[in-house]
């Protein structure tokens, strides 16, 4: 959406303000320099549209780096430390295992759902790393319903992770029945759990997360930190291969 939004932005200027944003596109693409003349810049933009293409992807690619960057500051100022707090997260593996993975996600995202084959593949193929499960509901009600069960399925010792696993693939709407639906095939005491969502100590846990995603500049789901270094978007076997390399 950001994309196509830059590109009718751009498509829509005329005149002077076409002249200068032309005329820093063709410096930016090492093209020769033009004379800031508004309708030649304008003609020359509708004659050749894949000027406004190359360019929106460059700015782009520019302002995902930039967002990159600073995501990675704020986790680095953060420590990992944060972001393995018992209060925020479900936490497993030894503590001073040297592969860490810590993953933000909602249980309706798509992306985070996509992503889920290769960190369940991952998690049972390395039982010797840390991981740091982080509820981050930003889908709606329903996702929040969601979060708050995985939260109170921490009070069943040794619960948590399958319950997890099993809403995280379902291809429908996670809503409340799916949620109760699904606790109950993975072992969990449904009554306990429901009392559980409503403890005072989930309210805090989830706002926490929040704070915790705000702070790190995490603004989308699925969010991974391995090894410290953090990465927005859906994940296969080769990124984590290759991010628990570095």
């Known amino acids: 959406m950001k994309e196509s939004w830059k590109i009718a932005a751009l498509g829509g200027c005329a005149g002077a303000a076409v002249a200068l944003i032309v005329t820093f596109g063709a ?22 549209p894949d000027v406004i293409v190359e360019m929106t992807n460059k700015l782009q690619a520019q302002q995902d780096a ?7 500051a704020a986790v680095n100022k953060l420590g990992l430390k944060a972001f393995f707090d018992p209060r925020v997260a479900f936490i497993t ?25 290769a960190m369940k593949k991952f998690y049972e193929t390395h039982r010797n790393a840390r991981f740091a499960f982080i509820e981050f509901p ?24 399958a319950f997890h696993f099993a809403l995280m693939g379902q291809e429908g709407l996670v809503d409340q029945n799916t949620v109760f639906s699904i606790a109950q095939k993975t072992g969990l005491d449904v009554a306990k759990l429901k009392a559980d969502m409503a ?9 926490a997360a929040h704070t915790l995603a705000q702070a790190a500049g995490i603004d989308g789901t ?3 930190i391995v090894n410290g270094k953090i990465r ?3 994940m296969t076997d080769d990124d984590f291969a290759q991010m628990a390399k570095a």
């Not at 593996?93 to 996600?105: D, L, M, Q, S």
């Not at 889908?139 to 619960?159: D, E």
């Open 66 to 72: 930039q967002q990159d960057n600073a995501r990675q």
């Open 93 to 117: 593996g030894p503590a001073n295992a040297k592969t860490t993975i810590v993953e933000f996600y909602d249980y309706n995202c798509p992306y985070c759902r996509a992503s889920m084959p």
């Open 138 to 161: 930003i889908k709606g009600p329903q996702s929040t319903v969601a979060a708050r069960a995985a939260m109170a399925a921490r009070q069943q010792p040794g619960k948590y992770v």
């Open 27 to 48: 410096a930016a693409l090492g093209m020769a320099p033009f004379a800031a003349d508004g309708n030649a810049m304008h003609a020359y933009l509708l004659a050749h």
């Open 232 to 234: 927005e978007g859906a």
């Open 199 to 207: 403890a005072p100590g989930v309210d805090l846990a989830l706002a």
């Open 222 to 224: 699925p969010a991974f």
